[in-house]
C-alpha cells in the first residue's frame, strides 16, 4: 500500500512538500477542505497556498523539521481556493523514505471554537475507529516505551494472538523484532520519521504464526505524546502464488524449449506473437523473424492460396485446427512439410484472438509414405505385367498345340 493511498484514508488535510517548499501531493481531506480539487496542486509551492504574512513562519517550520525530525507551528493562515483564511495549527513532520529529495509532511489541524471541535472530533473519532477496526488490514499503535495501547482485528488474525496477548507485549522486547530490524525501524518512527519494510517473513512470537508483511509506520502524536501507527499488510497468499506462478511459467518454459515442435500463437491477423526457438531447427529462421509475419508468408504461393481459404473457413467458425498437413519453404530453400494443431483463444465477450498451437515437422514421414506409395505402384505395376506375360505364354502353347494337332 502506497503511502498516498494511506494519507487519503486519514481525516485530517495532508501534504507532502520538498524542503524547497514545492507541493508534491495533497490528500483528499485538503483538497476538499481547501476546495482545491479540481486543481493540479503539485504545480503550486507551499507559499502559494498561506497567507503572506505567514511564509517567514513556514519558512522556519521547514527549516527546523529538516533538523530535528519534527516541529508544529500555531496559527498558520491557510487560503483557501476562493480566498478565504482558515487558520490551523501545521505539524512538520520529516519524511526521510525518499532518497532524491528531502519531503516533508505537513498536517493541517483547523482553529475553530472548542465545542464544536470536540463535538466533530468525537464523532470523527468513533467512525475512524470503526474503520480501523475493520480494516482489511493490521493496524496497531506502539508509544514511546513500546507497548501497544490498540490492535484492531485484522492485525490479531494476522498474528494469530489474542486480544490480551496482543497489548501485553512489548516490542523493544522482541527477540524477533530485533532479529528482522524492526526495533531500529520503530525506534526511527517514534522519533518522527515515516517507514517501509517491504516483504518481511515474520513469525509472531506468541501465536507462531508465521506470514509475510510489508509494514508501514506513521509518526503520530495524540495529547502532546509521541506515538507510532503501524500498519500491516499481509501478502503471504499473493507471495505463495507468485512463486507457484514462476514455477509454473519454468516448468511450461522447459517443456517449450524440449519440444521436438515448434510451438506458436498468432493474432486475429494471423500474424505471430509468439513463436518458440524450436522454429529455427524446423524453417531456419530466428524467432524474431517470425513474429510479425504470417504462416502463408512461409508456403510456396499455390500452398498458401489452398491453405488460406481452409484457414478462412476455420476461423469464421471459432473451430480447432486439427492435422492441417501444409508444404514450407524454409530459409534455406528446402520443402519443409508441417503438420498443424492448434486451438482458437477466445475471451469473455465471445471474440476470437487468435490461436495457439503446435507445428510438427512430417516431411521425412510424408516423403517416406511417397517412395512406398511409389514402390507399391511399381509392384502392382509388375504384377500386372506378369499376369499379362502368363496369358500371352498360355496363348502361345495352346496355338502350337493345334498347330501339331492339325
Given at each position: ?77 491557510i ?24 519531503s ?6 483547523e ?45 490479531l ?8 496477548d ?23 518512527g ?61 516448468r511450461?518454459?522447459?517443456l ?21 526457438s ?12 517470425i ?69 510438427k ?10 517412395k ?9 505395376g ?21 498347330q501339331r494337332?492339325?
Open positions: 500500500m502506497s503511502l498516498e493511498k494511506i494519507l487519503d484514508h486519514i481525516n485530517e488535510p495532508i501534504l507532502i512538500i520538498t524542503a524547497d517548499g514545492k507541493v508534491r501531493y495533497g490528500n483528499e481531506k485538503w483538497l476538499k477542505k481547501f476546495n482545491y480539487r479540481d486543481t493540479k496542486i503539485n504545480s503550486l509551492s507551499i507559499n502559494d497556498l498561506v497567507d503572506k504574512a505567514a511564509i517567514k513562519d513556514i519558512s522556519g517550520g521547514i527549516e527546523t523539521v529538516l533538523k530535528s525530525g519534527f516541529i508544529e507551528v500555531q496559527n498558520i493562515p487560503i483557501n481556493r476562493s480566498g478565504g483564511i482558515i487558520k490551523c495549527n501545521c505539524s512538520f513532520i520529516f519524511l526521510n523514505n525518499d532518497k532524491d529529495i528531502q516533508i509532511i505537513l498536517i493541517a489541524h482553529l475553530r471554537e472548542v465545542s464544536s471541535i470536540e463535538n466533530e472530533l468525537e464523532a470523527e473519532s468513533k467512525l475512524n475507529q470503526d474503520i480501523i477496526d475493520y480494516a482489511p488490514f493490521g493496524v496497531y499503535i506502539i508509544n514511546t516505551k513500546g507497548n501497544i495501547e490498540y490492535v484492531n482485528k485484522s492485525m488474525k494476522i498474528s494469530n494472538d489474542t486480544y490480551e496482543f497489548v501485553k507485549i512489548n516490542v523493544f522486547k522482541l527477540p524477533s523484532y530485533l532479529k528482522s530490524g524492526l526495533i531500529n525501524k520503530i525506534t526511527e517514534l522519533s518522527g520519521k515515516y517507514f517501509v519494510v517491504k516483504e518481511l517473513t515474520y513469525t509472531s512470537q506468541i501465536g507462531n504464526k508465521t506470514t509475510i508483511r510489508n509494514f508501514v509506520g506513521i509518526p503520530l502524536i495524540k495529547n502532546n505524546e509521541k506515538k507510532l501507527i503501524i500498519i500491516v499488510e499481509d501478502v503471504t497468499e499473493y507471495k505463495l502464488t507468485e512463486k507457484a506462478l514462476r514455477e509454473s511459467e519454468k511450461f518454459k522447459d517449450i524449449l524440449n519440444m521436438a515442435d515448434w510451438v506458436w500463437e498468432v493474432n486475429s491477423e494471423g500474424k505471430y506473437v509468439y513463436t518458440s524450436r522454429v529455427e531447427k524446423i524453417l531456419g529462421y530466428e524467432s524474431k523473424e513474429i510479425g509475419k504470417t504462416p502463408f508468408e512461409f508456403m510456396p504461393k499455390s500452398e498458401s492460396v489452398k491453405i488460406g481459404k481452409i484457414f478462412q473457413e476455420i476461423v469464421a467458425n471459432k473451430k480447432p485446427i486439427i492435422n492441417l498437413q501444409n508444404w514450407n519453404i524454409s530459409k534455406e530453400g528446402k520443402r519443409i512439410c508441417i503438420l498443424t494443431n492448434g486451438v482458437p483463444i477466445i475471451d469473455e465477450s465471445g471474440q476470437l484472438l487468435g490461436y495457439r498451437g503446435v507445428d515437422d512430417i516431411t521425412e514421414e510424408v516423403e517416406y509414405r511417397k512406398i506409395e511409389t514402390m507399391n505402384e511399381f509392384m502392382v509388375r504384377e500386372v505385367k506378369m499376369i499379362e506375360l502368363k496369358n500371352e505364354i498360355k496363348k502361345l502353347n495352346e496355338e502350337l498345340k493345334k494337332d492339325t
